[in-house]
Protein backbone atom coordinates (compact mmCIF):
# COMPACT_ATOMS: atom_id res chain seq x y z
CA UNK A 1 0.00 0.00 0.00
CA UNK A 2 1.67 3.56 -1.00
CA UNK A 3 0.79 6.46 1.03
CA UNK A 4 -0.14 9.56 -1.07
CA UNK A 5 2.25 12.70 -0.79
CA UNK A 6 -0.42 14.72 0.59
CA UNK A 7 -1.15 12.14 3.84
CA UNK A 8 3.02 11.98 4.11
CA UNK A 9 2.93 15.80 4.20
CA UNK A 10 0.14 16.23 6.94
CA UNK A 11 1.87 13.59 8.91
CA UNK A 12 5.00 15.41 8.55
CA UNK A 13 3.46 18.92 9.78
CA UNK A 14 1.22 17.13 12.60
CA UNK A 15 4.59 15.77 14.15
CA UNK A 16 6.49 19.33 14.01
CA UNK A 17 3.78 20.75 14.97
CA UNK A 18 3.23 18.43 18.45
CA UNK A 19 7.34 19.21 18.74
CA UNK A 20 7.43 22.40 18.71
CA UNK A 21 4.40 23.06 21.14
CA UNK A 22 5.84 20.21 23.25
CA UNK A 23 9.13 21.87 23.71
CA UNK A 24 6.70 25.39 24.44
CA UNK A 25 5.61 23.81 27.07
CA UNK A 26 8.40 22.87 28.98
CA UNK A 27 9.77 26.30 28.94
CA UNK A 28 6.35 28.72 29.34
CA UNK A 29 8.70 31.45 29.50
CA UNK A 30 9.44 31.59 26.08
CA UNK A 31 6.68 33.54 24.90
CA UNK A 32 7.35 36.25 27.67
CA UNK A 33 10.80 37.30 25.71
CA UNK A 34 8.59 37.72 22.53
CA UNK A 35 5.55 39.38 24.59
CA UNK A 36 8.61 41.81 26.47
CA UNK A 37 10.07 42.98 22.82
CA UNK A 38 6.23 43.65 22.05
CA UNK A 39 5.75 46.05 24.64
CA UNK A 40 8.96 48.04 24.65
CA UNK A 41 8.47 48.58 20.75
CA UNK A 42 4.60 49.62 21.58
CA UNK A 43 5.92 52.27 24.74
CA UNK A 44 8.71 53.69 21.73
CA UNK A 45 5.62 54.43 19.10
CA UNK A 46 3.76 55.44 21.97
CA UNK A 47 6.48 58.24 23.04
CA UNK A 48 7.24 59.08 19.37
CA UNK A 49 3.58 59.82 19.23
CA UNK A 50 3.47 62.05 22.02
CA UNK A 51 6.89 63.69 20.87
CA UNK A 52 5.31 64.15 17.15
CA UNK A 53 1.86 65.72 18.65
CA UNK A 54 3.64 68.41 20.90
CA UNK A 55 5.93 69.48 18.62
CA UNK A 56 3.99 69.14 15.85
CA UNK A 57 4.09 72.88 14.90
CA UNK A 58 7.81 72.91 15.26
CA UNK A 59 8.36 70.59 13.14
CA UNK A 60 5.81 71.34 10.12
CA UNK A 61 7.62 75.03 10.62
CA UNK A 62 11.29 73.09 9.89
CA UNK A 63 9.59 70.92 6.91
CA UNK A 64 7.96 73.73 5.28
CA UNK A 65 11.88 76.38 5.64
CA UNK A 66 13.32 73.28 4.66
CA UNK A 67 11.42 72.95 1.43
CA UNK A 68 11.52 76.90 0.84
CA UNK A 69 15.02 76.67 0.73
CA UNK A 70 15.41 74.06 -1.27
CA UNK A 71 12.93 75.51 -3.45
CA UNK A 72 10.33 72.78 -3.65
Do not use: C, N, Q
Not at 22 to 28: F, G, I
Request: glycine residues 6%.
Amino acid sequence: MRISPSLRLATWLHSALADRLRRLRRSPDAGLETADKILWAAGIIVIAGAVIGVFRDDIETYATSVMATLGL
